[in-house]
């Protein structure tokens, strides 16, 4: 540890206390680093410390360790699980070469593939700080990683969507409404999740139930996730609940999943207890995983790092345990970690590359809180660049507004903006359902029907107050 | 689907669901975007949503509403706190300072309490968060039914520290005041980030043994306290139950996990999963 780095510029010699510091002082600007005080002081010491960093060579991420490998079960995940042979192509390089490389026409999407599991979070970070928002983009949409549950995640060309029906009281029918509305939309192929509004088992096992219904009666090629504490999804797997998808919040240190309640084992067991389960018809990706940089520091367990490369670690513990999505919900922590539109953009498209570069099916809450500096317009972008970059999911809530979190993400609308701007188009076991049931009058468009397809109309008859001659 | 031609049905039928939530269902659409109206009507939300953040508790006001509830407990007026955040735009981006009470502050707490200060069951901390707008509406009628509970109370005789209000603080204010005023739990009343539909969302944060450095999961959430959201009578049964169940085993956070027999939100006749009823 705390070797040091150093970068001359002209008479002028910048030098940098450990790896950890340097890494931080190369990241782009974000307000996070700032509290943390960890941030570039000036403009030409960040430059000055990318300089640094682009010169250390991948293979000193091996032994240069940011947080030390008796302190921190990751680090150790980490280093443990390194495949050398797939790392030896690549072994050579520097973190500029490797970004060189990674753009170059060499890096296919087969041979990216390849080397997956010889990169270790630290060094797709360090890559990430040197490479500007085009080459995040540019490199992510090289990166094909598939995952399936009832249907298909991930394939290229194709941008699936979490519906997220939350309501604060997780009342039963403004759930169902909310349900209802978005796959009129077209959107759920990635997930039906709920965020449930009282964090306890039986009310997650109703949720559960109210969801595993809906897929059911409909024969819908999705699958449903209650976003409760890993716990508690172990509970009711106990107690005979319809589990999907199992859901924890990580991050990429020790300190931080234990301020959650869960480490490394809690998560093996519930990976084997959700495959015990035996529910997936297409796969059997049964973890769901959210991320955010920032949540470390707001825990006081980022052991000095810097917000995005914890963030990166977080992808290694993600992909350990085979997810079918894992969420980036950028902009949900606030200006104190990522202050204005800017910034969250930037971290979306970085949080975004380093999954896909690490093998981890990305998608990405773009989103933000009425405390920061941000609006609709920055959401319009941040989702167009991600489009682009063929981010594997987006979120999907009636008119952008999350009334049980509090904060705007992506709205059904917006999912199909961007798949009617992009070319780009749902799962296709849920494409096919969306034309058999009449939602979309287009399998090559997202045309959406202008009357309720016949089999919901059927059911409409049992919403309170509403006659079916209504 | 399309704007302007809803059938009859469609739009009953949306308006009836809206009955059951706030959440924007049935916008209608022109091609697959927002309807001119819907996209202004957003704008709008965002606007004031935006206003509520900055808009700031008047402490004093609060403190006459809390000092007026009827109630067996002796209230005494709040002590008036602040944290090391002066302003909002400083709160904003600095948690941190927002966590710690001003050295000011802190003196008062010496000064105003015996030192060192007599061990009480409970202390409850009033804090403007995100939302002052939410403590300045739901602090006093909640505090109200929450007091009458605790009174009614057979198991234990709560003996509460004198109540605090904190401007510019985070819910880890409370561990701080917590532990300076010796309470053996602290319950935090803040302003949850306003969204666009809920301006005023009252958080309920309960700490066993507070203490600087404590996290998240030492702590228990009771969430979206507001008429339209948990209401004041429920949300303060979770409270006491959730009180008495961390006095039994000593603890909170992820290891008190939240079961009574109505565990699960009962909701107005008539709500039910139409999809599949």
């Given at each position: 540890m705390s070797r040091t780095y150093s970068y001359t510029l002209g008479r002028k010699a910048y030098r940098f206390d450990g790896l950890a510091q340097l890494m931080a002082k190369a990241t782009p600007g974000r307000s996070g680093d700032r509290l943390a005080g960890v941030i570039a002081l000036t403009a030409e010491e960040r430059v000055a410390a990318q300089m640094a960093l682009s010169d250390v060579p991948l293979k000193t991420f091996l032994e240069d360790l940011l947080i030390p490998y008796e302190d921190d079960e990751i680090t150790r995940m980490i280093i443990d699980g390194h495949d050398p042979e797939a790392f030896a192509p690549i072994s050579h390089l520097t973190v500029g070469d490797f970004r060189n490389w990674l753009l170059s026409d060499q890096a296919t999407p087969d041979v990216l593939a390849s080397i997956r599991p010889g990169i270790t979070p630290e060094m797709a970070a360090a890559v990430s700080k040197v490479m500007r928002n085009q080459d995040l983009i540019m490199v992510a949409s090289k990166c094909q990683i598939q995952t399936a549950f009832r249907n298909t995640i991930g394939l290229p060309g194709h941008l699936s969507t979490r519906l997220q029906p939350n309501h604060p009281t997780d009342d039963a029918t403004g759930i169902a409404a909310s349900i209802l509305d978005g796959l009129l939309y077209g959107s759920g192929d990635a997930v039906i999740g709920i965020n449930p509004a009282r964090d306890n088992v039986p009310q997650a096992m109703k949720l559960m139930q109210l969801m595993d219904e809906v897929i059911q009666k409909y024969q819908i090629p999705t699958q449903s996730c209650v976003l409760t504490h890993v716990t508690n999804t172990l509970e009711a797997?106990?107690?005979?609940?319809?589990?999907d998808l199992v859901f924890q919040s990580i991050g990429g240190t020790e300190a931080i999943n234990s301020s959650f309640g869960f480490n490394l084992n809690t998560l093996a067991e519930a990976e084997d207890a959700a495959l015990s389960l035996n529910r997936g018809t297409a796969g059997n990706n049964v973890m769901y995983f959210e991320t955010g940089q920032g949540s470390c520091l707001s825990a006081n367990a980022h052991h000095g790092l810097d917000q995005q490369t914890c963030e990166a670690r977080a992808y290694a513990v993600a992909r350990k345990f085979n997810p079918l999505l894992v969420n980036t919900v950028v902009g949900f922590i606030g200006p104190e970690y990522l202050f204005d539109g800017k910034e969250i953009i930037r971290a979306g498209l970085e949080d975004h590359f380093c999954g896909k570069l690490l093998g981890v099916p990305m998608g990405c809450d773009v989103c933000y809180t009425n405390h920061a500096e941000a609006d609709q317009d920055d959401m319009d972008n941040l989702l167009t660049l991600l489009g682009v970059a063929g981010c594997t999911?987006?979120?999907?809530?009636?008119?952008?507004?999350?009334?049980?979190?509090?904060?705007?993400?992506?709205?059904f609308h917006d999912a199909l903006y961007a798949r009617r701007a992009l070319g780009l188009r749902p799962a296709p076991e849920f494409e096919r359902w969306l034309t058999e049931m009449g939602i979309f009058t287009d399998a090559n468009g997202p045309h959406l029907n202008d009357l309720i397809p016949e089999q919901f109309a059927r059911s409409l008859g049992n919403v309170p107050g509403v006659t079916s001659n209504d | 689907?399309?704007?302007?031609?809803?059938?009859?049905?469609t739009d009953s039928l949306w308006d009836r669901l809206q009955a059951f939530t706030d959440a924007r269902i049935g916008l209608g659409c022109t091609g697959v975007s927002l309807p001119t109206h819907q996209l202004l009507a957003f704008q709008m939300a965002h606007a004031q949503a935006r206003d509520a953040v900055h808009w700031p508790l008047n402490v004093e006001?609060?403190?006459?509403?809390?000092?007026?509830?009827?109630?067996?407990?002796?209230?005494?007026?709040?002590?008036?706190?602040?944290?090391?955040a002066a302003d909002r735009m400083t709160y904003v981006q600095r948690p941190d300072l927002g966590r710690v009470l001003s050295s000011e502050s802190r003196q008062r707490l010496h000064q105003q309490t015996e030192q060192p200060a007599t061990a009480s069951d409970l202390a409850i901390v009033m804090v403007d968060g995100l939302s002052a707008l939410a403590v300045q509406t739901h602090a006093p009628p909640?505090?109200?039914?929450?007091?009458?509970?605790?009174?009614?109370?057979?198991h234990r005789d709560w003996q509460l520290a004198p109540l605090t209000v904190v401007?510019?603080?985070?819910?880890?204010?409370?561990?701080?005041?917590?532990?300076?005023?010796?309470?053996?739990?602290?319950?935090?009343?803040?302003?949850?980030?306003?969204?666009?539909?809920?301006?005023?969302?009252?958080?309920?944060y309960l700490t066993w043994g507070p203490c600087r450095g404590l996290t998240d999961a030492d702590r228990n959430c009771v969430s979206n306290v507001r008429p339209a959201g948990l209401r004041y009578p429920e949300a303060s049964s979770r409270v006491v139950h959730l009180l008495s169940e961390s006095f039994r085993r000593q603890l909170s956070g992820v290891q008190l996990k939240e079961r009574t027999d109505d565990d699960v939100i009962e909701h107005k006749a008539g709500s039910k999963n139409f999809l599949v009823s």
């Open positions: 797997i106990e107690q005979g609940a319809p589990v999911f987006i979120m999907g809530i009636p008119g952008s507004d999350d009334i049980m979190l509090n904060y705007q993400t992506t709205s | 689907m399309t704007e302007g031609n809803h059938s009859p049905s006001a609060l403190c006459e509403q809390v000092m007026a509830i009827e109630s067996p407990f002796t209230i005494e007026p709040p002590l008036q706190l602040q944290t090391q909640f505090l109200e039914a929450l007091l009458g509970e605790l009174e009614a109370d057979e401007q510019q603080g985070r819910v880890a204010i409370g561990d701080d005041v917590g532990e300076l005023l010796n309470a053996r739990a602290v319950l935090v009343l803040i302003g949850e980030r306003p969204g666009l539909s809920s301006p005023d969302s009252l958080g309920l």
